[in-house]
């Protein structure tokens, strides 16, 4: 893995999801990719502090209302003044190419997507834009937020499966991409849709003798799921143990559609939760 791309980050509520990106790749050490999605030009103080981890930089040669374009934005966070000591470029998706080769950055090279969303209502909303139709034959994960939502640390990282036909060929891509933070994942199993509950004894069994070995990570415990309650079980669990962000197979449709029913009043809170799609 060689870059994180932050997508949206010139808007105001892209700016999230762009300090959430330059954090992961500080920890990762990979090269930063700002893809300006809409064509804003950015807002000089509050998104320069955004993507400087939040330290408050004062540009007192800088009119309050001044825009940076994306090049000049670039160029000041770079900077020794102002910049952590990673990469920082700025692209548009006319820069991306699926071939090793081009004069191009390949996509193959992008090891995490992160991007701004408006709603958590369907797990393929970003995958359909079109700056992502190159990117959906290389299984890159792609980190979703909404407004309310931001990621300043990674401490402890939920991920969601029926343990009985869990992907590793997802979560380990998963766990390795996020190794270097030491995060804590969090296994939850919920049972697939017309499947049967399994019991504790057996969940533990699974998970220790057949999960852990695979994973061959040290930080990961299980929480066991039952079928009657899902949405408030899993909204017990968040209010507990507080993942900074919860993961997802991106081709499980009979998870996402169980636990983000477009059907609900009201969002569960969870909802509003960083959420990664692996693939």
């Known amino acids: ?100 080769g081009d004069d191009k950055i390949s996509t193959r090279e992008i090891g995490l997507i992160v991007s701004y969303v408006n709603e958590h209502n369907s797990g393929s909303n970003v995958e359909e834009e079109e700056f992502f139709r190159p990117l959906l034959n290389t299984g890159c994960p792609i980190l979703t937020f909404d407004a309310k939502h931001s990621l300043d640390t990674i401490h402890k990282i939920g991920y969601i499966t029926d343990i009985r036909y869990c992907d590793m060929a997802v979560l380990k891509p998963l766990i390795q991409l996020f190794r270097p933070l030491n995060a804590e994942w969090i296994i939850i199993h919920v049972s697939a849709s017309g499947l049967p509950d399994i019991e504790n004894e057996y969940a533990e069994k699974l998970f220790t003798n057949e999960i852990l070995p695979r994973l061959n990570y040290k930080k990961a415990i299980l929480i066991n799921l039952y079928g009657k309650d899902i949405i408030s079980d899993l909204r017990n669990v968040s209010r507990v143990l507080k993942p900074d962000m919860i993961a997802l197979p991106s081709n499980k449709y009979w998870c996402y559609g169980r636990l983000f029913p477009d059907s609900t009043e009201q969002k569960p809170s969870y909802s509003h939760t960083p959420l990664l799609f692996g693939r």
């Open 1 to 100: 893995m060689n870059y994180i791309v932050a997508y949206t980050p010139f808007s105001e509520a892209g700016e999230k999801a762009a300090a959430a990106a330059y954090y992961i790749a500080r920890q990762v050490g990979a090269t930063l990719l700002l893809i300006n999605k809409e064509d804003n030009r950015l807002r000089a103080k509050k998104s320069l502090a955004s993507l400087t981890s939040g330290r408050d930089i004062l540009l007192e040669d800088v009119p309050e209302d001044h825009q940076f374009s994306p090049a000049e934005f670039v160029e000041l966070i770079s900077s020794a003044e102002y910049g952590d000591d990673i990469p920082v470029m700025c692209i548009n998706k006319d820069g991306l190419s699926d071939r090793i």
